[in-house]
């Protein structure tokens, strides 16, 4: 293993990540969609294989609220962090010991 190849790994893992995420949303919304048409709970557990008690919790308004508010949070902070550029030398600062200085 060097270190390429564990920098390809961790990439395919974020990718990965990021995919569950979307898809995640995706199902959560279409769990909704369906729960505002009048769809029963019930089916609604046949068809995406989760269960009752966390198909109630997504269909709960409260979580609804809270899951939209997160969402908001979360998209505000992707923006800004899209914004911020890294200088091209150090894609993160080093705060260790050998960037201290001594007196």
Do not use: F
Not at 11 to 35: F, G, M, S
Not at 39 to 60: K, N, S, Y
């Amino acid at each position: 293993m060097n270190a390429e190849s564990l920098r390809s790994l961790a990439q395919a893992n974020k990718q990965a990540a990021a995919r569950q995420e979307q898809t995640h949303t995706a199902l959560v919304d279409a769990i909704w969609e369906a729960a505002d048409q009048g769809m029963p709970q019930v089916e609604i557990v046949a068809a995406v294989g989760l269960t009752r008690e966390r198909v109630r919790q997504l269909c709960d308004p409260r979580y609804r609220e809270r899951a939209q508010e997160r969402r908001t949070r979360h998209a505000v902070v992707q923006h800004w962090v899209t914004k911020i550029v890294l200088p091209a030398s150090r894609s993160v600062p080093r705060h260790g010991p050998e960037t201290r200085t001594r007196r």
